[in-house]
Antibody, heavy 122, light 106 residues
Framework: QLQLQESGPGLVKPSETLSLTCTVS??????????WGWIRQPPGKGLEWIGS???????YYNPSLKSRVTISADTSKNQFSLKLSSVTAADTAVYYC??????????????WGQGTTVTVSS | EIVMTQFPATLSVSPGERATLSCRAS??????LAWYQQKPGQAPRLLIY???TRATGIPARFSGSGSGTEFTLTISSLQSEDFAVYYC????????FGQGTKLEIK
């Protein structure tokens, strides 16, 4: 059974870089059948897609975040990662990793991690 | 940017009744539309993709319809576990979500 698990610091200082990793178990991120993505949800608000990656390294980013976001994959560890630079309080959210259903970006997300809360505060 | 608008914001329905949730796109997204269910403290759960295809393990009481700019999620006979927040998401362009509809018990 495919499982995704986010990990990383729960507290990040303003202007610093948020770094999270998603570890995939029960399946391989090197599969040609899927894209892998990051989504976030500020407290009490809706969902925002951050970006997605294919195992080959192809990436797609939300234009509103593109200048601050880097998503990468480490196929040897079966992980993909998110870096968000120059964070502010507006980046405080629950961050989810997920698998896109389908071999093209960026369709419905059928498997999700449990989410990790990141707070931006000094 | 494609803006997704969901209505109503809150829907009050009695168990056993039908619920109809709507989602409108600011421009055509063809059938590139998904629906999710989210309960408090949980990750979203994919219900529908391709506007009308149920995801694996989703009960038949959930159905999706529409194409272009107008979409509907119908829950035919509400069960207690169906009361939650529902989001639509388009993926015709870079993905964007609606603001959600809260389905509450009447």
């Amino acid at each position: 059974q495919l499982q995704l698990q986010e990990s990383g610091p729960g507290l990040v200082k303003p202007s610093e870089t948020l770094s999270l990793t998603c570890t995939v178990s029960g399946g391989s991120i090197s599969s040609s059948s899927y894209y892998w993505g990051w989504i976030r949800q500020p407290p009490g608000k809706g969902l925002e897609w951050i970006g997605s990656i294919y195992y080959s390294g192809s990436t797609y980013y939300n234009p509103s975040l593109k200048s601050r976001v880097t998503i990468s994959a480490d196929t040897s560890k079966n992980q993909f990662s998110l870096k968000l630079s120059s964070v502010t309080a507006a980046d405080t959210a629950v961050y989810y990793c997920a698998r896109h259903n389908g071999a093209t970006c960026c369709g419905g997300m059928d498997v999700w991690g449990q989410g990790t809360t990141v707070t931006v505060s000094s | 940017e494609i803006v997704m608008t969901q209505f109503p914001a809150t829907l009050s329905v009695s168990p056993g009744e039908r619920a109809t949730l709507s989602c409108r796109a600011s421009q055509s997204v063809s059938s590139n539309l998904a629906w999710y269910q989210q309960k408090p403290g949980q990750a979203p759960r994919l219900l529908i993709y391709g506007a009308s295809t149920r995801a694996t393990g989703i009960p038949a009481r959930f159905s999706g319809s529409g194409s272009g700019t107008e979409f509907t999620l119908t829950i035919s006979s509400l069960q207690s576990e169906d009361f939650a927040v529902y989001y639509c998401q388009q993926y015709n362009n870079w993905p964007s979500f609606g603001q959600g509809t809260k389905l509450e018990i009447k």
